[in-house]
T-cell receptor
Framework: LAKTTQPISMDSYEGQEVNITCSHNNIATNDYITWYQQFPSQGPRFIIQGYKTKVTNEVASLFIPADRKSSTLSLPRVSLSDTAVYYCLVGAPWTHYKLSFGAGTTVTVRA | EAGVAQSPRYKIIEKRQSVAFWCNPISGHATLYWYQQILGQGPKLLIQFQNNGVVDDSQLPKDRFSAERLKGVDSTLKIQPAKLEDSAVYLC????????????????FGPGTRLTVL
């Protein structure tokens, strides 16, 4: 499994953009990059997934450079409700998407 | 669309006792996962089913943990006997894809069962 490294914690203020970078140096050709969000006392929730370049949905954007050894999750104009743990994972359909969650990044948004 | 259902939500037992957790995935989802999440850590995959077959159980402590998914629908995870270090939240997730070559993937998680072993 490709190992991922992300910051343990990040602080931000309401209305700011939050960018979380994840390193995955040994990502395999067939691996996708997926981000999940987890609130206390809840299961993780899918945010976004990409393979290369840029992916955007109504919640976030995912930037992936050409070498795919890292990726950046961008949360635009965060609010207090975005305070959560964010996990970066890599996995491929060839392994039935066996995913390995790390410790994640705790994002705290302050007023 | 109904989400992943899990029961019970909370369970308190003493060490050496047995406990079972139940999961009903989203209808039609072929793949089912059980995770263990210890406080302050990310979820750790215990076992992954594709329909009613086991795809991966490499991190399942098979001397005390067992899981089954009869008829490829709902699933049960059992711990017998429980140890203090089994205290955690047990998460069930399901996903619609499972075949090789499937593009994209999303796991849908249930609310989890919080287990406390005293």
């Amino acid at each position: 499994l490709a190992k991922t490294t992300q910051p343990i914690s990040m602080d931000s203020y309401e209305g700011q953009e939050v960018n979380i970078t994840c390193s995955h140096n040994n990502i395999a050709t067939n691996d996708y990059i997926t981000w999940y969000q987890q609130f206390p006392s809840q299961g993780p929730r899918f945010i976004i997934q990409g393979y290369k370049t840029k992916v955007t949905n109504e919640v976030a954007s995912l930037f992936i450079p050409a070498d795919r050894k890292s990726s950046t999750l961008s949360l635009p104009r965060v609010s207090l409700s975005d305070t959560a743990v964010y996990y970066c994972l890599v996995g491929a359909p060839w392994t039935h998407y066996k995913l390995s969650f790390g410790a994640g990044t705790t994002v705290t948004v302050r007023a | 669309e109904a989400g992943v259902a899990q029961s019970p939500r909370y369970k308190i037992i003493e060490k050496r006792q047995s406990v079972a957790f139940w999961c009903n995935p989203i209808s039609g989802h072929a793949t089912l996962y059980w995770y263990q999440q210890i406080l302050g850590q990310g979820p750790k995959l215990l076992i992954q089913f594709q329909n009613n077959g086991v795809v991966d159980d490499s991190q399942l402590p098979k001397d005390r943990f067992s899981a089954e998914r009869l008829k490829g629908v709902d699933s049960t995870l059992k711990i017998q006997p429980a140890k203090l270090e089994d205290s955690a939240v047990y998460l069930c997730a399901s996903s619609p894809q499972g075949e090789k070559g499937a593009m994209g993937h999303e796991q849908f998680f249930g609310p989890g069962t919080r287990l406390t072993v005293l």
